[in-house]
Every structure is written in C-alpha cells, then in structure tokens.
C-alpha cells in the first residue's frame, strides 16, 4: 500500500539534545512538507521541499533544519535552538508543488524531557 | 493574523442530523478551498475540496458550499454518524500558491452522539 510512514510515533527531547523525525513515502511524490501542530492551533508550515535537493524555509522553520538527498524520504530534524518543540509534527506530499491535495503520515509526537 | 478562520472550536450533533461546519477568510485571493479530517493521534485525510469557480462540491454525505461575496465556506454532512467524529480543518491557498501556501484554520472538533 502507499502512504507516508513517519517514525516514531513517540520522541522524547533532553535539553540541548537534537533529534530527528523520520518520513518517508512511496507515493512518487514529488513534493513533501513538514508541518507542526499545537493544541488548538492549525498547522504550521515548517519546511518544505519540491524537488531532491532543493528545500526552503516555512513560515516557522526556525530551531529546525531538514534535508532531501532521496525523492522518498524528507527528515526533519528538532535542533537544541528550537526552545519550545513540544508539538504534533507531521509529514505531508503531493504530487507537485502546485497541487493542494496533501496526503499525510501519522505523525511524530514530540515532548521535552 | 489569522486568513483562515473556523470560529467555533467545537460542535455536537445527533447522529442522523446535519453537521454544518463553518469557515471564514480574509484573503480574497485564494481561490482554492479543502477540508481536512483528523482522528487523535493521525494525520489529517482529505475530505473534499472546492474552487472558486463554483459554489457546491458534493460527495456523497459531504457538501461544501462556497460564498466568495461573504469569504466564507461550510461543509455539510448528511447525514451524521458517530464515525465523523473527528477535527475538521478549513484550508485554502491562492493562485500559483502551490500545496507550501496551503493555509489551515485552527480546526474545530465534531462530536456526533449515537
């Protein structure tokens, strides 16, 4: 079946510690994102990227960094600048950057220690 | 500044009964809306979408009607089922905005009661 696997679904942080949230996806997307979500919040754009090997910056991507050197997969990682990640993070694609339709993985929960 | 807004954080309804889940935005430019679903603990599925260009969409029990002149646009569900229960995001994007200008409401959470 297709889809986008995120892991894990549990994090814990330590202070200063980096960690890295993983997605992958076998869709053939082109397109994948990474969203953060608070309690009573809509989704936040952390980064996203459209093609291998490019990426830019979100409305939020600051305390995090993320790379692309596979169409499947797109890591996102919590660096130690980040000073409040708790937060539901979660992995999208789509076909292109132009389509709206976004499939999403199960998400990554992400507490601080 | 909030461009997507769902209001109302949550709403209970009958099973049987219509869901009316409401949503409201600032920017005239966007000219493409989705509703999203989510459960606890998952990511959100897509539910249905519209363009500006009409003003229904429906699929199956799930209609969106669109009022460009009051920027606002709601999803019907008829009828309600205890399935349904779930957080529902409005989102909407402008043109050449691509799926990285998707922007989501705050999401308000159906409950319908057997």
């Known amino acids: 079946d297709g889809g986008i696997t995120q892991s894990p679904k549990y994090l814990f942080r330590k202070e200063g510690q980096n960690v890295t949230l993983s997605c992958e996806q076998n869709?053939?997307?082109?397109?994948m994102y990474w969203y953060r979500q608070d309690p009573g919040q809509g989704l936040r754009l952390i980064y996203y990227?459209?093609?291998?090997?490019?990426?830019q910056k979100g409305d939020i991507a600051e305390g995090y960094s993320v790379s692309r050197e596979k169409k499947e997969s797109f890591p996102l990682t919590v660096t130690s600048a980040q000073k409040n990640p708790t937060a539901f993070y979660l992995c999208?694609?789509?076909?292109?950057?132009?389509?709206?339709?976004?499939?999403f993985g199960s998400g990554t929960q992400l507490s601080v220690l | 500044d909030q461009q997507v807004k769902q209001n109302s954080p949550s709403l209970s309804v009958q099973e049987g009964r219509i869901s009316i889940l409401n949503c409201d935005y600032t920017?005239?430019?966007?000219?493409?809306f989705l509703w999203y679903k989510k459960y606890p603990a998952e990511g959100p599925t897509f539910l249905i979408s519209?363009?500006?260009?009409?003003d229904k969409n429906e699929d199956g029990r799930f209609t969106v009607f669109l009022n460009k002149s009051a920027k606002h646009l709601s999803l019907h569900i008829v009828p309600s089922q205890p399935g349904d229960s779930a957080v529902y995001f409005c989102a909407a994007s402008a043109p050449q905005g691509g799926s990285e200008k998707l922007v989501f409401g705050k999401g308000m959470k159906l409950t319908v009661n057997p």
């Open positions: 869709l053939n997307h082109d397109a």
């Open positions: 990227s459209q093609i291998v090997n490019d990426f």
């Open positions: 519209i363009s500006s260009i009409k």
């Open positions: 920017n005239s430019m966007f000219d493409y």
């Open positions: 999208a694609s789509s076909m292109g950057p132009t389509n709206e339709k976004l499939f």
